[in-house]
């Protein structure tokens, strides 16, 4: 829940009506449980598509702190596309000139663990990994790249950000 907090005035009567609208329901905005989205899933050259695997997203919004979580199963009918892939957030980040990251793992026939990067003013994040066993240098996720993914295989990511509004 995005709030401007009431500026009091000394001499003001203070009614349980705006007692709950300035404490009780900001708490419980914090307490609350996350909210789901449907992620949309990109890629920088042909599209991907999940099929009839499945790709949810939820996330908890406190203040301007956006915390979330994106996962990604593949299904038999899944197909990939092609060039990096990017998810996109449930809101946009904030324009304040510095990426965010969060953490990564792709589940394939081995388990590779990776980053998600997430520039200022974005509507997406990457997920990126190391290019192969033998290289670990980061590459953003495609197709093939760490890994060729299949079906039952998955993409987890965890991330944290500051919101635009």
């Known amino acids: 829940m995005t709030f401007a907090p009431r ?13 709950n609208q300035e ?3 900001q708490v ?11 992620p949309a899933w990109t890629a920088s050259t042909t599209a991907p598509d999940v099929g009839n695997g499945s790709l949810t997203g939820r996330y908890l919004k406190i203040g301007r702190t ?11 009918t899944s197909t990939y596309g092609s060039g990096a892939w990017s998810f996109s957030l449930p809101a946009t980040v904030a324009s304040s000139g510095f ?20 520039n200022s003013a974005a509507t997406t994040f990457q997920v990126t990994f190391p290019t192969s ?21 998955a993409i987890r990511a965890f991330f944290v950000y500051e919101a635009s509004s």
Do not use: F, K
């Open 7 to 19: 500026t009091w005035v000394v001499g003001e009567v203070v009614s349980a009506a705006l007692m």
């Open 133 to 153: 066993a033998t290289n670990t240098q980061s590459a953003n996720a495609s197709q093939g790249t760490p890994a060729t993914l299949a079906a039952t295989h």
């Open 28 to 38: 419980n905005s914090m307490l609350a449980a996350w909210t789901s989205y449907t």
């Open 66 to 76: 956006v915390y979330g979580e994106v996962t990604l199963t593949c299904g038999s």
């Open 99 to 118: 990426s965010a990251l969060g953490s990564a793992r792709m589940s394939s026939t081995a388990t590779w663990h990776g980053q998600v990067s997430i």
């Open 23 to 25: 404490i009780r329901d």
